[in-house]
């Protein structure tokens, strides 16, 4: 009896299930039908419709913005600024292009690559299929069309271009500025810097103002321009300086000679130190470094980790040169002769002069 209580029971619900499936096919049935509708199951459509249109079209604004907001992102990582009103967005195969902001637009298009003056941020140099030209960031106009194979950056209010294997110089209109020419040297900047510029010629060089004439005859194996006029020289392997009207302010007699605003000249002497000089070659710093070295020496005590405790030596290393020397009291001890300096005790030094080699100097406390 209670078995069959339990299979009717089933059937019954087997029953009501079908039932609520036909009336869900009805329904459905209803709603896809092309028959006549009612107006309930036609408003049900419009909503459910503009539902599915709201939602696909919100998804599409919502991708269209993150994909500019990316897009906009890439280029403000990427674009580089000439100018107040104007930058210069990177592109392949010559895709790149200035692009002007209060214009909203590109106002010169093509680009393969610029390159700026951080001498005169108004002109900056660019490539245009292959050639150069130059165009000023203050009028928004291309200066000098691109015409030529080589160019350098204006300093000096001059610029070096190259046609062919000949360079020369040119104003701020494309016009040279005197009939000088030269060989082109591969790897050679090309500026005039305080009206000078130094020329080269069968292997010696002079410098030349801006009318194309010597200043000095070709007399050094190298000139190199430094800070306020000052032009560093070099003959037999030694370095000098020359002023601006290509007068010898200091002979050649130093193994290097550096030049800059913060610390004047620094020459190097024979033993790899280094002292700093006024424009007239007098000595205003016999001791300049580029180094300094706290030395320790091992106690030969270790704590209970094994780790090895160190003392202050008596003595210091300096260096110039990648050498190195003993200093004490701010002085030096020894000249930076050596390829390296270890401390082997409070007074003791081991001074390398290559790697194998190396002589036991001692400085007292």
């Known amino acids: 009896m209670k078995e069959i209580e339990k299979v009717d029971g089933r059937e019954n619900v087997e029953k009501r299930g079908l039932g609520r499936m036909r009336r869900f096919r009805k329904a459905t049935g209803r709603f896809f039908s092309s028959g006549p509708k009612s107006l309930f199951w036609r408003w049900t459509v419009c909503l459910v419709s503009l539902s599915i249109v709201c939602f696909f079209g919100t998804m ?4 269209y913005r993150e994909i500019k907001r990316d897009r906009d992102r890439s280029e403000y990582y990427n674009r580089i600024e000439v100018g107040e009103d104007y930058y210069y967005m ?3 195969n010559g895709n790149g292009y200035i692009y002007e902001r209060h214009g909203n637009k590109k106002i010169l298009k093509g680009i393969d690559w610029i390159a700026k003056s951080k001498w005169d941020r108004n002109m900056i140099v ?3 299929k292959g050639k ?3 165009f000023n960031t203050e009028t928004g106009n291309v200066a000098i069309e691109p015409k030529y194979d080589a160019a350098w950056c204006f300093r000096d209010s001059v610029a070096a271009v190259c046609i062919g294997d000949s360079v020369f110089f040119i104003d701020h209109k494309g016009h040279p500025i005197n009939s000088r020419r030269y060989l082109r040297e591969k790897g050679r900047e090309y500026f005039y810097v305080d009206g000078l510029f130094a020329e080269s010629k069968d292997g010696k060089y002079a410098l030349v103002d801006k009318k194309g004439e010597n200043v000095t005859d070709f007399l050094y194996d190298n000139i190199k321009d430094g800070v306020s006029g000052y032009w560093v020289m070099e003959q037999n392997g030694l370095f000098g300086i020359l002023d601006s009207k290509g007068e010898e302010l ?4 130093y193994n290097d000679l550096a030049v800059s605003e913060e610390n004047g000249l620094v020459a190097t002497l024979d033993n790899n130190s280094k002292i700093q000089l006024d424009y007239e070659g007098n000595v205003l710093n016999p001791f300049v470094f580029d180094r300094y070295i706290n030395l320790s020496y091992p106690s030969g005590y ?5 780790e090895t405790s160190y003392y202050r030596a008596s003595a210091d290393a300096y260096g110039c040169n990648g050498h190195y020397g003993l200093v004490k009291d701010g002085k030096p001890v020894t000249p930076p002769l050596y390829k390296n300096i270890e401390a082997s005790g409070e007074t003791t030094y081991n001074c390398y002069i290559t790697d194998d080699d190396m002589i036991i100097i001692e400085v007292p406390v």
């Open 60 to 63: 599409s604004v919502l991708a």
């Open 90 to 92: 990177p592109g392949s």
């Open 126 to 128: 660019y490539s245009q």
């Open 132 to 134: 150069r030209g130059y």
């Open 250 to 253: 200091i002979p050649a007699r």
């Open 302 to 306: 270790t704590n209970t980790e094994g």
